[in-house]
């Protein structure tokens, strides 16, 4: 067997790599499902606002798991898929029956600012690697989700 695998990288740190991309696509699941849960549930004086925001984000959410997994099997390893998985890996917790609007945003913030710290994590470790595509796809997620980490902030300051 070839200490590299099919895009060059060694194999030791694919292997490390893919193991942080799945503790960061079981995030990724689990906030996907509570911003889910916070789109149906939300009550109050900025629901409207609110219930388009969380659709928004969660359409995000998403595509960023489908991206997160295919950077994975690219790496040449295998994405979790259980459910029972992502609980076991995820840092973000089920935020289960919450409705109050800021309550929700403050969820949002809490996942997001979790999704950066593991980023960089991810980010460290592609850099150490040279693995440009997930280092490149780290960055720009983390650069993308500091702007909204900004946003809610200012939303949570009113």
Known sequence: MSEFNSIGLHESSASQLAEKLNHLLANYQIFYMNVRGYHWN???????QLHD?????????L?????????????????????????????????????????CVKGVLDGYQTLIALQRE????????????????AGDYIREQEKTVWMLNAYLSK
């Open 53 to 61: 925001k969380f659709e928004e984000l969660y359409t995000d959410l």
């Open 42 to 48: 939300v009550k109050g004086s900025d629901f409207f």
């Open 63 to 103: 595509t960023k798991v489908d991206e997160v997994a295919e950077r994975i099997l690219t790496l040449g390893h295998q994405p979790v898929h259980a459910y029972s998985d992502y609980a076991k890996l995820s840092r973000i917790q089920e935020d289960k029956d919450v409705s109050d609007g800021r309550a």
């Open 122 to 137: 991810v980010l460290a470790l592609a850099s150490d690697a040279d693995d440009e595509g997930t280092a490149a796809q």
